[in-house]
Every structure is written in structure tokens, then in C-alpha cells.
């Protein structure tokens, strides 16, 4: 079977597909709002700080358990511990697959819906009236159909990619897209660093309060850094499942953490200079997007283009992340099960925007569903918030440790090490750091995860 397997067409289409993978809705709408209200730069020290510390060494572990194995997560750990529980922790991932991919095919639904309305001039009526736009959203995403028939379009499309496989469908679009999305977002911050108070953002942005920072901003952080790289559910194992032993897979690990905090920063400079220079509120919260945007760029001249690029640039972002969270699925039946990629897509699919649905009928769409999955679903969260909550906080950070305990303990480091050092010519790789990075890693989010489940008990 592994003869079959299908690969990459190119070492960049390699890092641009899993840098795609990365680079999504976590870095264009999550993080600029958590760092508008946990303390501006506080919150981004943090936040880099556990992506270089300890998201690197668990992206480079997934990249090794991928191509060592050539199988998604599940096949993959019962290849390296065969008849333990270890492939437990790959059926965790794909369990986070559909739990991500539920409400994250809702947002994508939403930001669709923005397209649209940005290109159809129906924000004009919104300029720098923040209440008017809130009143906007607030409704759509609290109707019944709408939010539901922008959904599927969107998971339909991501099935589409999927069907068409590794190199024709997901390397193919992300080789596309990527480039666009940074051509796009610098154009933006260009234009928000020029107008007139723009620079405030930045300050905003980059000057450190730390009072602002709480001990759940730092858990937030943690759990972002995993978000965002796309960590601890085995996508970095999927897609590193495609690759041929050329790679090097420290350098690509780098380049895709580069790559992702690279955006992650300048969807912040985009953003708040805009914010700024309109005088709108910057710690809106997750609003920032979908409320204070449209409000702000229609002010502008020549508005309705600046939203429509935005939208279209968080669309494409979004995409080339939810594909690969959808290739997750796939894959472990298409290795476990012998399933053809469409037969498997369109069931995981199906299934997960399904899922998805009741996400989006929590948050308000009638059909006397909002009373159970609404507000008092669990400890005052909507469904939607529930899904949210459950895999940044705890199922990707737990996926992750697990994955940097594994190596550990049960590939151990000598065939980790040769694993990593295929691929790699001219520098040897120091087995000290490596293993001490990866015991760095789960030892933190071991002692945040502790902390976090303790007031439950
Ligand atoms: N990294 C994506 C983002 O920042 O939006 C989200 C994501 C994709 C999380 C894939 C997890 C994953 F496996």
C-alpha cells in the first residue's frame, strides 16, 4: 500500500501546503483579538515564547512520526508501538479533527457571507457606526438558514480540494493561495501604517502591559501557540506522512513557524492600525473582525475594496487550514480502513458539517434547539464556545504532550534522532537539545493543563 501513498510534488509545495495549514483563522482573527485584550506585546512575548519552545519540538515530532511511518496518526503510532494504547492518541487527534472542524467550517461560512456583502456594497451603510454592524452580525449569526447554507458551501469547497488529493488538491491550492494571502495582508498593513494615527496601533500593539496579563491569558497563549501551528491532532503527521525521505525536516518545521507568526503579526499591524487611525475600539474581543472591520474600513476611500480584500484574504486562509484538518479524517480511512479518498471525504465530511450545524444553530438559530445547546449548554458557554474551548485548551495541548511523550519514552531518542537526521546534510543534530526541548514541552503543558483542570475538582 505504501508504494501507492501519495506525495508532495515539490519541497515548497511541502511547506507552503503545511504552512497553509498553519496560517488560518487562529492567526488573522484569534490572535490580534486575544492580544488587543490580554495585554498587547505581554501577551505576543508569551505567545512566542511557547511557539519557540514548545510547539517547535513537538512540530518537528509530528513531522518525524509522519514520514518514519508514511500513515496518518492512527496507523502511525500502532506502526511505532504496535498492540499498545499509544494509537489512542492518534484517535484523539482525529477526534479533535472533528471537533475543530465543526465550528471552524461555521466561521468559514461567516467570513463567505462577508465576501459577498463587502463586494455588494452592503457595508456602506456601516461607516463608523460599530452598532449598526454589530446589530448586523449579531443578526446573522443568530438566524436559522443563512449562517447553515454559507456553511456548506464552504465545507462543500473543502471537500472539493480534498477529493482531488495531496498534490492536486491541497498543494495545488495552498501553493496559489498562500502567496496571495502575504501579498494581500502586507498591502493592508502598508495602507493602515500610512494613515494618519495609524502608528498607534503599533504601539498598541508592541508596548508590553503587562497588568493587562492574567494567569488565564497565559493558558490562553499556550493553547494558541498549539492552534496556530495546528498542533497535537496530528495534521503535521499527515502531511509529513506524504514526504520522501529528501526533507529536512528542522528546517521546514522553522520555516512553517516563521511563516505563521510572520502573519499572525502583520494581520496585528493590518488590523490595529486601521482600528486606530478610525478611533474604534481595539479590545472589542472576537467582534474585532466581524463588527469594528466593517465599520472602519468603509470609512475609508475606496472601503468597499480594502473589506473585500480582507475578507477574501481570511477566506483563503481559512480554506488551506480546514482542508488539512478534513485530510486528517480522511486519511485515517483511507490507511486504516482502505476507504477511497472520496467515499472517505464525503462521509467524515458529511458528518462533520453536520456537527458544524448545531454549533451554528447554538448561538441562536431557533428551532428550539438554542434552549439546550445555547447559553446554558455547559458552565455558560454555547455549544459553539464549548467546541471552541475544548480542543485550543485541552485536546490539541494534551495531543501535543502526549506526542513529545512518546518519543521520549517510547520511540526513544537514538531512532528519533536518525529519523531527523535523513534529510539533514552538513550539521549534526545535538541530542541534548532535542531531547530536552521535547521533555521542556510536555513539562510545560503538563504543569498549565494541571492548573487548569484543578478548580474542577
Ligand atoms: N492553525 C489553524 C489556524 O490558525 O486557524 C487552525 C488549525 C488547523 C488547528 C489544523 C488545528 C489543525 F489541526
Known sequence: MNNQRERWGSKLGFILAAAGSAVGIGNIWKYPHMAGQNGGSAFTIIYLICIFLVGLSIVIAEFAIGRKTQLSPVGAFEKLAPGSYWKYVGFLGVASAFVILSFYGVVGGWILKYIIESLSGGFSSLAGNPDASSAMFGAFVESTWSPLIYQLFFMGLCMWVIINGVKGGIEKWSSVMMPLIIILLAVLAVRGVTLEGGMKGISFLFNPRFEDLTPSSIVLALGH??????????TMITYGSYLEKKQNLLNSALWIIVIDTLIALLAGIAIFTTVFALGANPAEGPGLI??????????LAGGTIWAAMFFILLFMAALTSAISILEVQTAYLIDQKNWSRKKATLLFGSIV?????????????GINITGFLGESFFLGE???????????????????????????????????????STGVD?????????????IFAASVVAFIIINELAPFF
Open 382 to 420: 454555547t455549544f459553539f464556545d464549548v467546541m471552541d474551548n475544548l480542543s485550543s485548551k485541552y485536546m490539541l495541548p494534551i495531543g501535543g504532550m502526549m506526542t513529545a511523550i512518546f518519543v521520549l519514552v517510547k520511540w526513544k531518542i537514538p531512532g528519533y534522532l536518525e529519523e531527523l
Open 225 to 234: 501557540s498549539f492552534f496556530t501551528v495546528s498542533l497535537g491532532m496530528g
Open 426 to 438: 552538513g550539521y549534526a543534530i545535538n541530542a541534548g537539545l532535542i531531547k530536552g526541548t521535547l
Open 290 to 299: 466581524f463588527v469594528v472591520l466593517p465599520s472602519v474600513f468603509t470609512q
Open 353 to 365: 458539517t453536520v456537527i458544524g450545524m448545531f454549533c451554528s444553530l447554538s448561538l441562536g438559530g
